[in-house]
């Protein structure tokens, strides 16, 4: 069976174990479901920004030609520094998506994908994010009103605690298990500012994440689509935007978006 569209992040819906699945062209691929078989992966040579549908040879920030990443709200600095984010103040490339997007409520976030780690995320986003980043375990920290207090708490917590996330480490499940993440909440709550404090979430349940992983690779291998337009092996499993394969080679969809490919199940 062969499908073929433009790539997007996979999507997932929580369960034991997160399922996930892709939209290519107008097919809906169940990946679980193909777990242990074979797939072969192609790139056909064709980009087109997922923004304006201009053909490219390379994309900006997942999948924007350079206009776009210049001037679409989904590409914003505050994006990657929601402490940056003015949307509170009236500001910002689209006001409209500024208002959808940014001025929701947000959530401040502990987790351990690799080591420990504190992050942001829409409320609405939750577990999603948690997901998309490969998280073992989650747990809130405080929920605010708009991205921008989200962004300054993380900021001021990120000098004690990384905002960065090993996907090598996340990848070979290499885990850090020391981390009890009520504790470290209680702990890390002290270090935001009084007039923060708050928002603080009083929510300490503990999310636990199961991936579909049937092997986990000893050493990784990143494969680029531009490099290699050809991929053929056995899908070992999914972990936040990574397809899994044998001989430790992953394949990071979300950073291949906007690429047309076709996925044929040679197991089917």
Known sequence: MEYTGHLSKMSSRFGDPIEYSIKLGDDI???????????????TGEIHCKNCGRALKKTFSQGFCFPCFQ??????????????????????????WENEHHMKPHTVYLAVSSGLKI???????????WIDQGAFQAIRLADVPYRQIAGVIEKTV?????????????????????????????????????????????????????????????????????????????LQGIKGQYLILDEGRVFNVRSHTSFRVSMEVLDA
């Open 29 to 43: 691929v169940e990946l679980n479901e193909l777990l242990g078989k074979r797939i072969k992966l192609y790139f």
């Open 71 to 96: 001037s679409a709200p989904e590409a914003s600095p505050c994006i990657i520094k929601p402490e940056l984010c003015e949307a509170h103040l009236g500001k910002g490339r689209d006001l409209d």
């Open 119 to 129: 992050g942001v995320t829409r409320m609405d986003q939750v577990p999603t994010r």
């Open 158 to 234: 990120a000098r004690h605690i990384s905002d960065k996330t090993s996907w090598q480490k996340m990848l070979k499940n290499e885990l850090d298990l020391e981390h009890d993440l009520v504790e470290e909440k209680h702990t890390v709550k002290k270090m935001i500012p009084e007039a923060w404090q708050e928002y603080v979430s009083t929510d300490d349940k503990v999310w636990e994440l199961k991936f579909p992983v049937l092997e986990y690779p000893e050493k990784i291998k990143s494969i680029n689509l531009l490099k290699i337009p050809l991929v053929e092996g056995i």
